[in-house]
């Protein structure tokens, strides 16, 4: 393939004002939904788990709810029940043993004897309910006492038997949990308050033999547990687009996110919705409590039309890591493809990154890596294939080091290759590093993007494909000085890295590194997303990088908090029916903590061409030209319809009329004055067509016409068997 050819003179057409930047659409929320169904668990088939608004519960067994505290909490005060009795009239109407059942997607049975415990999960809480049918013996008389134990580190005061709720609090007198106030409902719905009695664990409802005798059985016992003091969090987003999934599927976005129900116990939840953030579906959760996933990574499969989900699964004494991925087009909640890395005690998997890949079913995956019985740290790769559940191959580790940067970034998707990026601060150089991997494994070696004496780096993020990338990172004075966010625009080689411009995208102590995408269609194009607090007030900034690293258009989706905490943010950029987008997921602090979604779209290209004069063509003219986003590096003209044929194009300034008679172009004229013009041989695409690309500089501002014309060899038509086509001006209006 022939090089493209620079010609500065159509700079014009590669850019629009930035001054049009674009007020963001309303976001959508994608926040945890309001309840998640009762499942087993993919990782211990017998454990049972479901979850409201502000608690998660597990069944099995028993039933223990698990409110939701936040990150204050060290870790989790489950509140468990275990039925001991239920009498009535003083028989014992329980049977030896209970049996199970998942009756619907919010509602657990245990069935035994005359009895029937239910658990029913609403939003906001969970109803204990216990069905007394008529008995075997025909008891039908008496008082009913349902007794169960208790088993928490929270505390409740003893309640001395009356129609109350009991309150238990945390060890700083905080109510967490209300165990509420029992009714008895009869078969005519008429309603029968029940006493409450407690103390050290063990709860006692009754209802009196009067009143028994007065009820149509069968009864319903119906107190209800909910969290009292819920504190909701999300700490991490990750977001994936798929490519062009809106011609075959609604759902080209996958986010996932964590909730913190305390600081040791961070499940991970992942939707799927529309490439406008609607029509959630739960594609993904894992809410147990035995393990806590603090760091997740997204990333796509757009030949597999596949979500990839990569997590940790933390316990005190190891890290195990967790590969799911998602076919996009199935709506079941945990049907995908799973690998869990199990680790061995002392070894961790720590802080994921994940790449996809554009035409392929494998996925890159570094982590922050510890192996067991050691105190160093690598930054350590593996590939998966994400279409089976086979093991993930490990890949050689980076030298070790304690000053790595803990948090490594993959490219968003193999195109054709991925880079890992991470940060190395030692005690006299700091450095931004680059490894390259091949889809087959093959590692190149280390290579530095950026390094300083005087700066230490953190928070990289690294994205691009065609060997053209750019790497964003928190740049940090040693001593005095002003933090901010750099980024960094360099063509990666497998044996060297040449930094084409490092740019600051923000100054200030509180500005945060938080995602970057790469617009694969354009191949010009990166999104960088960073947020920043001042006074408690969090803002959310996205910054649009052309060709050369320089900021085309920007986007503020404003304000998101009235208090410091982190906020996570995530982006990622798919193409689709819809048009080109760079979509991006975060979470705010507002009440219920809810998470959005958005996309960055491009403002609309201000360009207009027509045709002037006329061709000698035998043949129909049909050409097709794009303009150049702000920021592009190319702008593409193709010759339709005229597969293979030799042609080349002029581009000048001015017009001009010269009959080509002379040359055997019998009726032919070039429309350009040739004493500013070019020719450009054309290139030929996967259908054979005849194109060009130009090559702009990044932020030109130029406002003109520039002028183009076809010439295609064409045998027989004229002496010479060369034609051209009529002329186009093209117009840039900023």
């Known amino acids: 393939m022939q090089s493209r050819t620079a010609f500065p003179l159509v700079a014009a057409l590669a850019t629009v004002s ?38 998660k519960v597990r069944l099995d067994g028993r039933f223990e709810f698990f409110p939701e505290l936040g990150p204050d909490y060290p870790e989790n005060l489950p509140f468990a029940w275990s039925t001991d009795s239920v009498t009535l009239g003083g028989h014992e109407l329980l049977g030896p043993r209970a049996t199970e059942r998942r009756a619907s997607d919010h509602r657990y049975e245990y069935h035994s004897g005359s009895v029937v415990e239910a658990y029913d999960l609403d939003i906001e809480g969970v109803e204990q309910t216990f069905r007394i049918a008529r008995t075997q013996h025909g008891i039908a008389s008496g008082a009913l006492v349902v007794t169960g134990f208790v088993d928490t580190s929270l505390t409740a005061a003893p309640l001395a038997a009356q129609h109350a709720a009991l309150h238990f609090q945390d060890e700083n007198g905080q109510n967490v949990v209300e165990y509420g106030a029992a009714t008895v409902i009869d078969a005519l719905g008429r309603r029968f308050p029940m006493t409450t009695t407690y103390e050290e664990g063990r709860i006692e409802l009754a209802l009196d033999a ?83 996933t603090e760091k997740i990574a997204v990333a796509s499969l757009n030949a597999e039309d596949r979500f990839v989900l990569v997590h940790e699964r933390r316990q005190a004494f190891r890290t195990d890591l967790v590969f799911y991925s998602h076919w996009a087009l199935n709506a079941t909640l945990n049907s995908g493809n799973l690998r869990v890395l199990n680790a061995a005690n002392g070894e961790h998997f720590r802080n994921p990154a994940v790449g996809g890949s554009l035409d392929g079913s494998t996925v890159l995956a570094a982590t922050y890596y510890n192996p067991a019985g050691s105190s160093s740290w690598f930054v350590r790769a593996m590939r998966w294939v994400a279409t089976g559940t086979s093991t993930p191959t490990f890949l050689t580790s980076n030298t070790a080091s304690l000053s790595h ?162 906020y996570p943010a995530s982006i990622a950029f798919a193409r689709n029916i819809n048009g080109d987008r760079f979509a991006f997921a975060y979470a705010t602090g507002e009440s219920g903590n809810p998470g959005y979604g958005d996309n960055f779209l491009y403002n609309p290209v201000v360009y207009t061409h027509e045709e002037f004069g006329t061709g000698c063509s035998a043949q129909p003219e049909d050409e097709e030209w794009s303009p150049a986003i702000p920021g592009s590096q190319y702008f593409r003209g193709t010759l339709v319809g005229k597969p293979g ?77 060369v034609v051209t086509h009529a002329g186009r001006a093209h117009q840039v209006t900023i």
Request: glycine share 8%; net charge negative; hydrophobic share 40%.
């Open 18 to 55: 930035a001054a049009f930047s674009q007020d963001p659409a309303p976001p959508q929320p994608v926040s945890a939904p309001a309840q998640l169904p009762i499942h087993n668990s993919l990782y211990e088939p017998t454990e049972v788990w479901a979850a409201g608004s502000d608690y």
């Open 405 to 566: 940067e803990v948090f490594p970034s993959v490219t968003p998707n193999a195109s054709p290759d991925w880079l890992i990026g991470w940060a190395d601060n030692s005690a006299s150089t700091n450095r931004v590093f680059i490894r390259g991997v091949r889809q087959n494994g093959i590692q190149d070696g280390a290579q530095i993007v950026t390094e300083s004496t005087s700066n230490n780096f953190s928070q990289v993020k690294v994205a691009g494909g065609d060997n053209r990338y750019v790497a964003t990172y928190r740049r940090t004075p040693v001593g005095i000085g002003f933090s901010g966010i750099n980024a960094t625009r360099f063509d990666y080689g497998a044996t060297s890295v040449t930094v084409l411009a490092t740019r600051s995208l923000a100054g200030g102590q509180s500005y945060q590194n938080r995602g970057l995408a790469y617009d694969y269609g354009t191949r010009s194009h990166w999104t960088a997303i960073y947020t920043s607090t001042l006074q408690f007030l969090v803002d959310l900034n996205l910054r649009r990088l052309g060709f050369e690293g320089a900021t085309t258009d920007t986007m503020s989706v404003g304000q998101l908090s009235t208090f410091a905490t982190q």
């Open 645 to 721: 044929a030799l042609a080349a194009c002029f581009i000048g300034q001015l017009t001009g009329f010269y009959p080509l008679d002379l040359l055997g172009m019998n009726g032919c004229t070039l429309l350009l004055e040739p004493a500013l013009a070019v020719s450009i041989p054309a290139q030929y695409d996967s259908n054979n067509d005849p194109f060009l690309e130009l090559s702009f500089s990044n932020d030109p501002l130029f406002q003109g016409a520039v002028y183009t014309q076809w010439v295609l060899v064409q045998p027989g038509t004229n002496p010479l068997g």
């Open 210 to 292: 009067a009143s028994v005798a007065a009820a149509a059985f069968p009864l319903v016992v119906d107190p209800v547990v909910v969290n009292t003091n819920p504190t909701q969090v999300i700490r991490e987003m990750a977001s994936g687009a798929l490519d062009f999934l809106g011609q075959i599927g609604p759902r080209s976005n996958f986010v996932a996110m964590t909730r913190i129900f305390s600081a040791s116990d961070h499940d991970v939840i992942a939707t799927m919705s529309n490439a406008d953030y609607g029509s959630n579906v739960v594609a993904y959760f894992d809410i147990g409590s035995a393990f806590s």
